[in-house]
């Protein structure tokens, strides 16, 4: 079966469905996937760059953006890498006001168990993430 990696622009005319050509083109790719005649690869850079654009470009609300691509990533026919981290960094970007990628580290250190390096305190409001601390020792 033939797997695509998908492309954020692809997948930013499927949830926008703002372009006559290229978002029925991409509605029928993921049709295509959801029928089983594909596969559909998300990576953690498609999913970032899309909340970005999302976000900055469309002023979409960041519920908004969650619901969406929680659906999308759950969708027959897309395979999500790290799957079960991308939800779990989603929640955390739905109910804080920090940023994607650091709801997502937040969300791999709390799967892993492994610490945050970062001078950014706001990781310690997460009760199940550890940060390092400068001067101390892990």
Known sequence: MTRYLLDTNVLLRFLRDDHVRLSPAARALFSDASDG???????????????????SHYKTHRVEIVEALQKLIICAGVRCIRQEEMLD????????????????????????????ATFDKDFDRFDDVKRWQFGRQA
């Open 37 to 55: 005649k594909c596969v559909l690869v998300l990576t953690e850079v498609t999913v970032a760059e899309a909340v970005w654009v999302l976000e």
């Open 89 to 116: 960094a989603l929640r955390r970007f739905a109910s804080t006001k920090f940023d994607f990628l650091d709801c997502y580290l937040a969300a791999l250190a709390a799967a892993s168990g492994d610490y945050v």
